[in-house]
T-cell receptor, first 108, second 115 residues
Framework: AQRVTQPEKLLSVFKGAPVELKCNYSYSGSPELFWYVQYSRQRLQLLLRHISRESIKGFTADLNKGETSFHLKKPFAQEEDSAMYYC??????????FGTGTSLTVIP | KAGVTQTPRYLIKTRGQQVTLSCSPI?????VSWYQQTPGQGLQFLFEYFSETQRNKGNFPGRFSGRQFSNSRSEMNVSTLELGDSALYLC??????????????FGPGTRLTVL
């Protein structure tokens, strides 16, 4: 069964500190993984996808197939990073599975 | 380009009633997906439509149904509403819906409250 797990519902870090939002997945095939973000009073939007191997707003995420993880990292958190973050998995059948989300608060 | 729009934004219904939600995708997008968002379960995939055909369906009862029109606009219907159907219903559109290569653009959602 396909599943995405985000173990932390809430995460608080101080401004300038490193941040890591955890995501683990369960999928027997070759996964497509994404991070979506929802800022206060805004729509859910794509932050980054593993296939692009890009860094967006200082965030990176590496797919680790051995550990079935796709953790989101940023070396120095900023106040504007406070938001809800969702990890998502897309399968070959074009179904998307989202985790329950992690609410990140960056403390000034 | 105008973003994904959803109507209505808020709905209040009573148990047993039915409801229809509407989603207009970004122009040129042919794939529309629907999600149910609740605090406890996060986002759960309902179904995806492409070129007026349901391509994928999540694990929801048959009370949840949808359709897509030739202009790619989509509607979602929930019959015999239950209290547990109270949620934010999100619609997302993408060019073709192929995961990995197509970004999903989300609408603002329709907040459904069942009393």
């Amino acid at each position: 069964a396909q599943r995405v797990t985000q173990p932390e519902k809430l995460l608080s870090v101080f401004k300038g500190a490193p941040v890591e939002l955890k995501c683990n997945y369960s999928y027997s095939g070759s996964p497509e993984l994404f991070w979506y973000v929802q800022y206060s009073r805004q729509r859910l939007q794509l932050l980054l996808r593993h296939i692009s191997r890009e860094s967006i707003k200082g965030f990176t995420a590496d797919l680790n197939k051995g550990e079935t993880s796709f953790h989101l990292k940023k070396p120095f958190a900023q106040e504007e990073d406070s938001a809800m973050y969702y990890c998502a998995l897309g399968n070959t059948g074009n179904q998307f599975y989202f985790g329950t989300g992690t609410s990140l608060t960056v403390i000034p | 380009k105008a973003g994904v729009t959803q109507t209505p934004r808020y709905l209040i219904k009573t148990r047993g009633q039915q409801v229809t939600l509407s989603c207009s995708p970004i122009s040129g997008h042919r794939s529309v997906s629907w999600y149910q968002q609740t605090p406890g379960q996060g986002l759960q995939f309902l179904f995806e439509y492409f070129s007026e055909t349901q391509r994928n369906k999540g694990n929801f009862p048959g009370r949840f149904s949808g359709r897509q029109f030739s202009n790619s606009r989509s509607e979602m219907n929930v019959s015999t509403l239950e209290l547990g159907d109270s949620a934010l219903y999100l619609c997302a559109s993408s060019v073709s819906g192929t995961s990995g290569n197509n970004e999903q653009f989300f609408g603002p959602g329709t907040r459904l409250t069942v009393l």
